[in-house]
């Protein structure tokens, strides 16, 4: 295949789905290849555990002659790990299978993950061909931290990540080669096994370990059906409709007329509309009830001695004593003043090299 042909040039999108999401994966896939190019191949892979054939059957059809659609279930893959993954409320292991994408698909050096839950107003194709050589990842601020002080906390007392520079997860501009390459499926792995980040999981793990090497993207290609000061609706090319702002189970949800207008065109639109006209006031409420439990284990965490950054800056403070009494010692300022910088560098350099392991 000649690549330097754009006509030739494939375009990988992953999404991940179960049952409960696929209808709105198939209005996401409809707004995609509606605004999509001519000039390019999408090629879509579908990541799951198991989804019923009916339903594989309508999201295949969605298909246009420059696109295919290809599911891929996981199920034998994940079954003898599935018990290490932390799971609540609405969060299924489907979340955790971006994590996945660069090792299970090494023909790919750059690849596109998106959520379900998104309506693309502009040619994705334009996001894909973002430069990340020297990211692991692009992707947009994550508003709701932001907006919300306790969650803004939460990623800076407890991840040590800065509020501005906290990504959401579910548009993501992966850098699969340099995924594989950093070895960030195994670090994924340790990481997992050393703490359990609770509140936004997935996100917080890739976080935490992309922190440095993330490519910021205008909020436009990956908005949130709230007011956000400063933006002009002018950039808008992807609504994510997350946490509670979702229209298929509340009216007047801001932007909400771009999600039924392809949802119409979709076979799920009967479903989808008897979902928001069925949905009770008792799912209302345990709705807030969910976000406002969220909120009490942000101020768990943070307030956790042994959270994720507490550890860290405790064990980095340790080093950094360690070294300074170690320097006092009489023989070894010895040792210093013969080693010279070139000592200095290479001790800086391993304790830079430690923190990138952790």
Same mark, same amino acid.
């Given at each position: 295949?000649?690549?330097?042909?754009?006509?030739?040039?494939?375009?990988?999108?992953?999404?991940?789905?179960?049952?409960?999401?696929?209808?709105?994966?198939?209005?996401?896939?409809?707004?995609?290849?509606?605004?999509?190019?001519?000039?390019?191949?999408?090629?879509? $892979?579908?990541?799951?555990?198991?989804?019923?054939?009916?339903?594989?059957?309508?999201?295949?059809? #969605?298909?246009?002659?420059?696109?295919?659609?290809?599911?891929?279930?996981?199920?034998?893959?994940?079954? $003898?790990?599935?018990?290490?993954?932390? #799971?609540?409320?609405?969060?299924?292991?489907?979340?955790?299978?971006?994590?996945?994408?660069?090792?299970?698909?090494?023909?790919?050096?750059?690849?596109?993950?998106?959520?379900?839950?998104?309506?693309?107003?502009?040619?994705?194709?334009?996001?894909?061909?973002?430069?990340?050589?020297?990211?692991?990842?692009?992707?947009?601020? !994550?508003?709701?931290?932001? $907006?919300?002080?306790?969650?803004?906390?939460?990623?800076?007392?407890?991840?040590?990540?800065?509020?501005?520079?906290?990504?959401?997860?579910?548009?993501?501009?992966?850098?699969?080669?340099?995924?594989?390459?950093?070895?960030?499926?195994?670090?994924?792995?340790?990481?997992?096994?050393?703490?359990?980040?609770?509140?936004?999981?997935?996100?917080?793990?890739?976080?935490?370990?992309?922190?440095?090497?993330?490519?910021?993207?205008?909020?436009?290609?990956?908005?949130?059906?709230?007011?956000?000061?400063?933006?002009?609706?002018?950039?808008?090319?992807?609504?994510?409709?997350?946490?509670?702002?979702?229209?298929?189970?509340? !009216?007047?949800?801001?932007?909400?007329?771009?999600?039924?207008?392809?949802?119409?065109?979709?076979?799920?639109?009967?479903?989808?509309? $008897?979902?928001?006209?069925?949905?009770?006031?008792?799912?209302?409420?345990?709705?807030?009830?969910?976000? !406002?439990?969220?909120?009490?284990?942000?101020?768990?965490?943070?307030?956790?001695?042994?959270?994720?950054?507490?550890?860290?800056?405790?064990?980095?403070?340790?080093?950094?004593?360690?070294?300074?009494?170690?320097?006092?010692?009489?023989?070894?300022?010895?040792?210093?003043?013969?080693?010279?910088?070139?000592?200095?560098?290479?001790?800086?350099?391993?304790?830079?090299?430690? !923190?990138?392991?952790?």
């Amino acid at each position: 295949m000649n690549f330097f042909n754009k006509r030739n040039e494939i375009i990988p999108i992953f999404f991940a789905s179960d049952n409960n999401y696929a209808p709105y994966l198939a209005v996401a896939l409809k707004s995609l290849l509606s605004n999509a190019s001519p000039d390019y191949f999408y090629k879509i $892979h579908v990541l799951t555990t198991n989804l019923d054939e009916d339903i594989c059957v309508k999201i295949k059809a #969605l298909a246009t002659q420059n696109s295919s659609i290809e599911i891929i279930s996981l199920a034998r893959e994940i079954e $003898h790990i599935k018990h290490r993954f932390q #799971l609540r409320d609405y969060y299924s292991i489907e979340t955790y299978y971006r994590f996945f994408i660069p090792d299970m698909f090494p023909q790919y050096d750059k690849a596109l993950y998106l959520d379900s839950d998104i309506v693309i107003l502009g040619d994705i194709s334009n996001l894909f061909l973002t430069n990340i050589s020297n990211y692991l990842v692009a992707a947009a601020q !994550e508003q709701v931290m932001s $907006h919300y002080k306790v969650f803004g906390d939460y990623v800076e007392r407890a991840l040590g990540v800065k509020v501005h520079n906290y990504f959401n997860a579910g548009v993501l501009l992966m850098n699969t080669k340099m995924f594989r390459a950093c070895h960030i499926q195994q670090k994924f792995f340790k990481l997992m096994s050393q703490y359990k980040f609770r509140v936004t999981q997935d996100e917080d793990y890739l976080n935490v370990i992309c922190k440095n090497k993330v490519k910021k993207l205008n909020i436009g290609w990956n908005k949130m059906p709230f007011e956000e000061t400063g933006f002009d609706d002018i950039d808008l090319q992807l609504i994510h409709y997350n946490l509670g702002w979702k229209p298929w189970h509340y !009216e007047n949800v801001m932007y909400e007329e771009y999600f039924w207008q392809y949802a119409s065109q979709t076979e799920f639109y009967d479903l989808i509309l $008897h979902q928001l006209k069925s949905f009770t006031d008792e799912q209302r409420q345990k709705d807030k009830e969910t976000f !406002e439990a969220l909120k009490i284990m942000a101020i768990e965490d943070i307030n956790d001695p042994n959270n994720y950054w507490n550890s860290v800056y405790t064990t980095r403070n340790y080093i950094s004593k360690s070294v300074t009494n170690l320097k006092s010692l009489p023989y070894v300022k010895g040792i210093f003043r013969f080693v010279g910088s070139q000592g200095r560098k290479l001790i800086y350099e391993y304790t830079k090299y430690r !923190e990138g392991q952790e």
